[in-house]
């Protein structure tokens, strides 16, 4: 079992609809986790990091955050074909410097 | 500016050669990163090291090594035991001593072996 899993994708959205982005991990004493955006040929950036349970907005972007089923997404609202990108999820296990990132989830907005 | 560089950009290395990647950051971060990238791919760690003259192997280490004589640097070198050089290389940092902090990365450097 892979550490942290993404569907791979290609997930097409039209433009103006609800991106629901998807992550599992599998270490339960993971504390921190990450959503981070990449466009092809650039370094990621970071969109979101979330820490406990419940969710986490920010404009129009959400991060839930559920450890007991072990799994974290990301929910991009009033999506746009600027956000067209691969989506890296990332986990840190508590106490320990390791991240780890899953294998990203290309997103296609189609106009 | 405060930030990571990662140099050079764009690196061409003949095969049986070592090549060595430079990470430089101040930002005054005691974690650092190492990790390769494959076309459509996600990113596979390589070493990662949390104080100064102490690193650690990720997923990945056989075939690359590294050293941490300075807070600031974190260089990686690409032996010519590691069979598949051919990637994009992203260095990260990370302020080591809190726990919900996030990673920030370099711009990468695209290794080429011809």
């Known amino acids: 079992q892979k550490e942290v899993e993404q569907n791979s994708g290609p997930l097409s959205v039209p433009e103006g609809a609800i991106a629901s982005l998807n992550c599992t991990y599998s270490?339960?004493?993971?504390?921190?986790f990450f959503w981070y955006r990449q466009y092809s040929g650039k370094s990621p950036e970071l969109i979101m990091s979330?820490?406990?349970?419940g969710d986490k907005e920010d404009g129009r972007f959400t991060a839930q955050l559920n450890k007991a089923s072990q799994y974290v997404s990301l929910l991009i609202r009033d999506s746009q074909p600027s956000d067209s990108a691969t989506y890296l999820c990332?986990?840190?296990?508590?106490?320990?410097?390791?991240?780890?990132f899953g294998t990203g989830t290309k997103l296609q907005v189609i106009p | 500016d405060g930030g990571i560089t990662q140099s050079p950009k764009y690196l061409f290395r003949k095969e049986g050669q070592n090549v060595t990647l430079s990470c430089e950051q101040n930002?005054?971060?005691?974690?650092m990163y190492w990790y390769r990238q494959d076309p459509g791919q996600g990113l596979r760690l390589i070493y990662y090291?949390?104080?100064?003259?102490?690193?650690q192997k990720g997923d990945i280490a056989e075939g690359y090594s590294v050293s941490r004589e300075k807070k600031e640097s974190f260089p990686l070198t690409v032996t010519s035991a590691q069979k598949n050089p051919t990637a994009f290389y992203l260095c990260?940092?990370?302020?080591?001593?809190?726990?919900?902090?996030?990673?920030?990365f370099g711009q990468g450097t695209r290794l080429t072996v011809v």
């Open positions: 990260a940092s990370r302020p080591g001593q809190a726990v919900n902090t996030e990673a920030f």
């Open positions: 930002l005054n971060h005691d974690a």
């Open positions: 270490d339960r004493g993971s504390q921190s």
């Open positions: 990332a986990v840190k296990v508590g106490g320990y410097q390791k991240v780890t």
């Open positions: 979330i820490y406990s349970n």
């Open positions: 090291s949390q104080i100064v003259n102490d690193f």
